[in-house]
């Protein structure tokens, strides 16, 4: 039931009213805010009066500067990491460089825009572009950079990295404009790398924009989908043409020190053959010096010598024996070389010489003695020495 609500028996529980009865209003919240300042007014040196509010002194005004002026000099420490430099702007303009470190900077005064010189950023352009041959291919390139100078960065222009992005893109479709497509998918890849960043150098340059490019990649190039398959074909042609040109300079590899080694054997054979003919002319010369002596003492018997060593030097390398019949025309013919041959095929053994094929041999040799015996006394001994030791 309610506190005065009818029927309660008389009994009006106003709860703003005490236990004794006493009628009590809500309380003055004029009253809570005089007493509280009251209170902070004498802390500080006030005056506080019954009906009134005390006001600060000069030891509390002091204070309270104090206290806001050592917060606002511990707002404006700050950290400068080692890989950044920090850029200190004083009412919005630069003032100086901030080394890595601890630094301090005045609060609401000045302002500091840290950046980092040492990260590698990257940049990236593709698209399809037209060669000089008029041709469609789509090339990406990815360029590295990093920042040298802060201050050039920020505030030589109005973004140093979308600059960055538009030099490039303008760079590498002026390279890929000015070479052919063979150029740009096979061969030429390095070519349009190089030129693709010294053209990028040229196109920051004037704008200073406080970067260095340190690298630039031509990551991928491709014909359109329309000519992908001819141009497979074509990259493999080119490799075959690189594995045979390797084959090739393998095979050459190989066979050139054979050569060489051939080529030595034979020059060590011409030496030889060339010595070998000089010593025997030389020997050749002595001997006719040697001779001619005896040929100017007995010229028909050396002659005769001289025919007869010759013959048996030439019918000593002949397998057959011809002889000749004095008082006849017929000549006896021995077929050496036969007779050897069939005793080697066959068996059986072969026939010897009879008896009268003897003695009408040493006829013939004692008729060649008696032709030879008007010879002088040196030309007789020797005919004798060598047809006695012949019979």
Same mark, same amino acid.
């Not at 009213?17 to 919240?29: A, E, I, S, V, Y």
């Given at each position: 039931m309610a506190w005065n609500e009818p029927g309660n028996n008389g009994n009006d529980n106003d709860p703003w009213?005490?236990?004794?009865?006493?009628? +009590?209003?809500?309380?003055?919240?004029d009253e809570v805010f005089r007493k509280f300042g009251n209170k902070f007014g004498g802390i500080f040196g006030g005056k506080p009066g019954k009906g009134g509010n005390g006001g600060l002194g000069g030891a509390g005004f002091v204070f309270i500067l104090i206290i806001a002026a050592i917060v606002w000099a511990l707002s404006g420490i700050y950290t400068v990491k080692e890989a950044e430099r920090g850029i200190v702007l004083q009412f919005g303009k630069f003032d100086r460089i901030a080394e890595p470190g601890l630094r301090w900077k005045a609060t609401f005064i000045e302002r500091v825009i840290p950046v980092d010189i040492e990260a590698v950023r990257s940049l990236s352009a593709s698209g399809f572009m037209l060669t000089e041959d008029e041709n469609v291919v789509s090339v990406e390139f990815e360029v590295q950079y990093?920042?040298?100078?802060?201050?050039?960065?920020?505030?030589?222009? %109005?973004?140093?990295?979308?600059?960055?992005? +538009? !030099?490039?893109?303008?760079?590498?479709?002026?390279?890929?404009?000015?070479?052919?497509?063979?150029?740009v998918l096979t061969t030429g890849r390095e070519v349009v790398r190089q030129r693709t960043w010294e053209e990028l150098n040229s196109i920051i340059e004037p704008y200073n924009l406080g970067l260095i490019v340190t690298d630039v990649?031509?990551?991928?190039?491709?014909?359109? !989908?329309?000519?992908?398959?001819?141009?497979?074909? !074509?990259?493999?042609?080119?490799?075959?043409?690189?594995?045979f040109i390797r084959e090739a300079e393998a095979y050459a590899r190989e066979i050139e020190p054979?050569?060489?080694?051939?080529?030595?054997?034979?020059? +060590?054979e011409a030496e030889a053959y060339r010595e070998r003919i000089i010593l025997e002319s030389r020997g050749e010369v002595e001997r006719f010096e040697k001779l001619l002596p005896e040929y100017q003492a007995a010229k028909e018997v050396t002659r005769k010598r001289?025919?007869?060593?010759?013959?048996? +030097?030439?019918?000593?390398?002949?397998?057959?024996?011809?002889?000749?019949?004095?008082?006849?025309?017929?000549?006896?013919?021995?077929?050496?070389?036969?007779?050897?041959?069939?005793?080697?095929? %066959?068996?059986?053994?072969?026939?010897?010489?009879?008896?009268?094929?003897?003695?009408?041999?040493?006829?013939?040799?004692?008729? %060649?003695?008696?032709?030879?015996?008007?010879?002088?006394?040196?030309?007789?001994?020797?005919?004798?020495?060598?047809?006695?030791?012949?019979?």
């Open positions: 009213k005490n236990r004794g009865g006493r009628d +009590q209003g809500p309380p003055d919240l990093r920042v040298v100078d802060p201050t050039l960065y920020r505030f030589s222009v %109005t973004d140093a990295d979308h600059s960055l992005q +538009q !030099a490039l893109d303008s760079a590498l479709r002026y390279v890929v404009g000015h070479s052919r497509m063979d150029q990649n031509f990551k991928d190039s491709r014909p359109p !989908a329309e000519v992908k398959d001819a141009f497979d074909d !074509a990259i493999a042609a080119q490799e075959d043409e690189e594995r054979r050569a060489r080694g051939q080529v030595t054997r034979m020059t +060590q001289l025919y007869i060593d010759a013959m048996e +030097q030439i019918l000593g390398r002949s397998s057959k024996v011809l002889v000749d019949v004095e008082g006849g025309n017929n000549m006896l013919y021995l077929p050496l070389d036969k007779i050897m041959q069939s005793h080697s095929n %066959t068996s059986s053994p072969v026939r010897l010489p009879n008896q009268s094929d003897i003695e009408q041999l040493r006829r013939t040799i004692e008729g %060649t003695q008696q032709q030879n015996s008007s010879v002088n006394s040196g030309g007789d001994r020797f005919n004798r020495d060598r047809f006695g030791n012949g019979r």
